[in-house]
């Protein structure tokens, strides 16, 4: 079970999430979608929560309220450092979590140290009692939901390439258009030329025939 939790900041909608023991943290760290924050008790015990941010949203997006919402939620559930008055909490972005074989369940290292931001919180149960009201508990299919996150990115992938081609495309009929128009006018108007050169010609002839006739 993936326990769920609702959130409005700054008019936006954001979803955290968290599993029940660390064998569906396993799960959720096998799972997580690219765009999600996970936040962790600095070196204590504690449930593993995720942010999913919106689209196109980063790390350095996050309001400073949505941030501590996040970190007293984990905070709130460790065992240890819930009894403290502060703690410190570390997050990162999904992607920098590294998971080896020679880890126990539910434990996780970082491909970056400098990706990862240290906080330090001070209890505040009314934050995470606010929280704890819009939980929601569900059975989940976490592979299928990123399986099927996945193939919406490749497909909208593919709709912006394929915008884009008919965008050059368009782009290079119009430029071919505008080639033909000014070989067009260049021609008129070599036209137009020859055309008067014609007439000054003749005009020189009919004075060269009136002056013999003088």
Same mark, same amino acid.
């Given at each position: 079970?993936?326990?769920?939790?609702?959130?409005?900041?700054?008019?936006?909608?954001?979803?955290?999430?968290?599993?029940?023991?660390?064998?569906?943290?396993?799960?959720?760290?096998?799972?997580?979608?690219?765009?999600?924050?996970?936040?962790?008790?600095?070196?204590?015990?504690?449930?593993?929560?995720?942010?999913?941010?919106?689209?196109?949203?980063?790390?350095?997006?996050?309001?400073?309220?949505?941030?501590?919402?996040?970190?007293?939620?984990?905070?709130?559930?460790?065992?240890?450092?819930?009894?403290?008055?502060?703690?410190?909490?570390?997050?990162?972005?999904?992607?920098?979590?590294?998971?080896?074989?020679?880890?126990?369940?539910?434990?996780?290292?970082?491909?970056?140290?400098?990706?990862?931001?240290?906080?330090?919180?001070?209890?505040?149960?009314?934050?995470?009692?606010?929280?704890?009201?819009?939980?929601?508990?569900?059975?989940?299919? /976490?592979?299928?939901?990123? @399986? %099927?996150?996945?193939?919406?990115?490749?497909?909208?992938?593919?709709?912006? !390439? #394929? +915008?884009?081609?008919?965008?050059?495309?368009?782009?290079?009929?119009?430029?071919?258009?505008?080639?033909?128009?000014?070989?067009?006018?260049? /021609?008129?108007?070599?036209? @137009? %030329?020859?055309?008067?050169?014609?007439?000054?010609?003749?005009?020189?002839? !009919? #004075? +060269?025939?009136?002056?013999?006739?003088?």
């Amino acid at each position: 079970m993936v326990f769920y939790f609702k959130t409005v900041v700054n008019g936006r909608q954001y979803t955290l999430y968290m599993g029940r023991d660390k064998m569906e943290n396993e799960e959720l760290l096998r799972w997580g979608h690219p765009e999600d924050i996970w936040f962790h008790v600095d070196k204590l015990s504690s449930a593993h929560v995720y942010l999913r941010l919106n689209k196109n949203e980063t790390v350095e997006d996050i309001p400073k309220e949505l941030v501590d919402q996040c970190c007293q939620l984990v905070k709130a559930n460790s065992i240890q450092g819930c009894k403290l008055s502060s703690t410190d909490v570390v997050y990162t972005p999904y992607p920098n979590l590294k998971k080896t074989g020679d880890m126990v369940a539910g434990q996780v290292g970082f491909h970056s140290n400098k990706r990862v931001i240290k906080v330090t919180v001070e209890k505040n149960n009314e934050v995470w009692k606010k929280l704890e009201k819009t939980r929601e508990e569900r059975e989940v299919d /976490l592979r299928a939901e990123r @399986e %099927q996150r996945d193939r919406e990115e490749r497909e909208e992938k593919r709709k912006i !390439e #394929r +915008e884009n081609m008919e965008l050059q495309k368009k782009q290079r009929e119009e430029e071919k258009k505008a080639k033909e128009m000014r070989s067009y006018k260049l /021609l008129e108007t070599d036209n @137009e %030329q020859m055309t008067a050169n014609h007439f000054d010609n003749e005009s020189d002839a !009919e #004075r +060269e025939l009136i002056d013999d006739f003088m």
